[in-house]
């Protein structure tokens, strides 16, 4: 039964489950859990929540199945919300989506929906929320990913799951189908508490550990309404008095804390019990991961590691120009103790941004630019500086022929594919500014030396090689030099490539 309230100050679409149950058999004895693998039509629906770093994702069988089922009446409450042709929504204020049950799986893919087709340069207060009570895990880690990887999606999703409703826990229980996994924030509730979670392997361990197959039962929604009225008519207050008690690390007893809230049941006694003891184990380890990843992860330190690590690279290349010679050559060549302690500096470049376009990646364009201007900015210079060592290491062996196919770096391609795609925005003729670039040895094209080397094989095939060799060289060698000259009509390769002591 789907109803729509369209009132100040929120409009309101409500999902109920009540007439859903005749659609569609569930049992919850039985925790069988339905999933339709790359379902066509579905996916058809959702096609966009599909990346190249995360090609599929499976939704819950009957959740499917209840979607398709009342897909033309949400059709028609979505052309009525949302312009295609702007891609807004037109509400004057907040739109809430709620659903009970597996009518919340339905209120979860229509805002799915609606935030996949919502223009991406929305403000915050035109997305629209989505709230669900006792709602079933929806999808499996694709799905999870591909809504974590839209950093304004997770936040318009809560799930209120009571301590004691069996339904939200049925996916991440069932051991024939464990591959069901939670998105958004979690608020765990019953009478006297509350407590919210938003970390997706948090929800799971209190999915799995807040209720007992004994004491479970199927709540309606008037009694998640009950829930919902007591709580905000409680003020909170501090957990009980510890004294007496021995004095826990602050970590531990905000777990302790917020596992009670959540509805598991913690005496004195019971933290000596080895299977509490060991939840909040796990879980305290988990926000230590947690913590030391986000130290590793953008940190001021890594950062400034980056930067130094760039100015060593610097000093190296104008330290050959002094001494008359490319860095490319001495690179190759491996001229000098310098040169192999750039190797060092390009290593760790390297690394650090293949993980950082890794994680780009992963993240759908729809959302606007891989990058932010000033990271591109960075990435390019990084391509620029470092890819010309890595052409000297493919061709320092000997034998090796075409860079582009056989030996370039992916992180190198999307750097420039992403670079390329934001000069577009700006095009414009070769300016003084873009000159003064090129005096400052800066080489556009990241593969010039690729080419250099293409062209040198060339010069060799065509003295020494075979009639087909002779001609297919002389082709290259034509296209090369008409590759040089615009390089250099466009200011865009740095014209003391042609050193005393350089390959050509």
């Known amino acids: 039964m789907l109803r729509?309230?369209?009132?100040?100050?929120?409009?309101?679409?409500?999902?109920?489950?009540?007439?859903?149950?005749?659609?569609?058999?569930?049992?919850?004895?039985?925790?069988?859990?339905?999933?339709?693998?790359?379902?066509?039509?579905?996916h058809h629906q959702l096609e966009s929540l599909c990346s190249e770093g995360n090609?599929?994702?499976?939704?819950?069988?009957?959740?499917?199945?209840?979607?398709?089922?009342?897909?033309?009446?949400?059709?028609?409450?979505?052309?009525?919300?949302?312009?295609?042709?702007?891609?807004?929504?037109?509400?004057?204020?907040?739109?809430?989506?709620?659903?009970?049950?597996?009518?919340?799986?339905?209120?979860?893919?229509?805002?799915?929906?609606?935030?996949?087709?919502?223009?991406?340069?929305?403000?915050?207060?035109?997305?629209?929320?989505?709230?669900t009570f006792g709602s079933p895990l929806l999808g499996d880690q694709g799905l999870q990913r591909a809504i974590s990887d839209r950093s304004k999606w997770c936040s318009r999703f809560l799930h209120v799951a009571a301590n004691k409703d069996l339904f939200p826990r049925i996916s991440s229980t069932s051991q024939s189908n464990p591959q069901c996994k939670p998105f958004g924030t979690f608020f765990f509730c019953s009478e006297l508490r509350c407590n919210c979670v938003d970390d997706p392997e948090v929800v799971s361990r209190l999915l799995e550990s807040t209720v007992s197959p004994a004491s479970a039962e199927e709540m309606g929604i008037d009694d998640y309404s009950g829930i919902v009225n007591s709580l905000k008519s409680r003020l909170i207050l501090r957990e009980d008095s510890q004294l007496g008690q021995p004095v826990l690390p602050p970590l531990r007893l905000g777990i302790i804390l917020q596992l009670k809230a959540a509805g598991v049941e913690i005496t004195a006694e019971q933290q000596q019990n080895s299977s509490i003891d060991d939840l909040i184990s796990e879980l305290e380890s988990h926000e230590n991961r947690i913590a030391q990843r986000m130290k590793g992860i953008g940190g001021i330190k890594k950062l400034n590691a980056v930067r130094i690590n760039m100015a060593h690279l610097e000093w190296y290349k104008k330290d050959r120009k002094t001494k008359g010679i490319c860095y490319y050559d001495s690179y190759k060549n491996l001229c000098s103790i310098s040169d192999i302690e750039a190797t060092k500096f390009k290593k760790f470049l390297t690394h650090y941004w293949r993980k950082l376009?890794?994680?780009?990646?992963?993240?759908?364009?729809?959302?606007?630019?891989?990058?932010?201007?000033?990271?591109?900015?960075?990435?390019?210079?990084?391509?620029?500086?470092?890819?010309?060592?890595?052409?000297a290491e493919f061709y320092r062996q000997k034998g090796k022929r075409d860079y582009h196919t056989h030996g370039r770096s992916k992180h190198y391609i999307l750097l420039e594919q992403w670079q390329k795609e934001h000069a577009e925005k700006l095009a414009g003729p070769p300016n003084d500014k873009k000159k003064q670039n090129v005096a400052g040895n800066l080489t556009e094209d990241s593969c010039f030396w690729m080419n250099v080397e293409e062209a040198l094989i060339s010069c060799k095939q065509l003295k020494d090689g075979s009639t087909s060799e002779k001609q297919s060289a002389r082709e290259f060698l034509n296209m090369f030099q008409q590759y040089v000259m615009d390089q250099i009509n466009n200011y865009a390769v740095f014209l003391r490539f042609f050193w005393k002591k350089a390959v050509l």
């Open 55 to 131: 090609p599929s994702f499976s939704v819950h069988g009957a959740a499917i199945t209840l979607f398709k089922a009342y897909f033309q009446e949400l059709s028609l409450l979505k052309d009525q919300i949302h312009d295609s042709k702007s891609g807004e929504l037109q509400v004057s204020s907040q739109l809430i989506v709620t659903g009970h049950s597996l009518g919340g799986s339905i209120a979860s893919l229509f805002t799915l929906w609606l935030l996949d087709n919502i223009k991406q340069t929305s403000i915050g207060n035109k997305l629209p929320l989505c709230f």
């Open 4 to 42: 729509k309230y369209m009132s100040d100050p929120s409009h309101v679409l409500e999902v109920h489950q009540v007439e859903l149950r005749d659609d569609v058999t569930y049992e919850p004895s039985v925790q069988k859990t339905l999933f339709y693998k790359e379902e066509i039509w579905f």
């Open 357 to 391: 376009v890794e994680e780009a990646e992963r993240k759908p364009q729809k959302e606007g630019a891989f990058m932010r201007e000033t990271w591109l900015y960075a990435g390019t210079n990084y391509r620029r500086m470092v890819e010309p060592l890595d052409i």
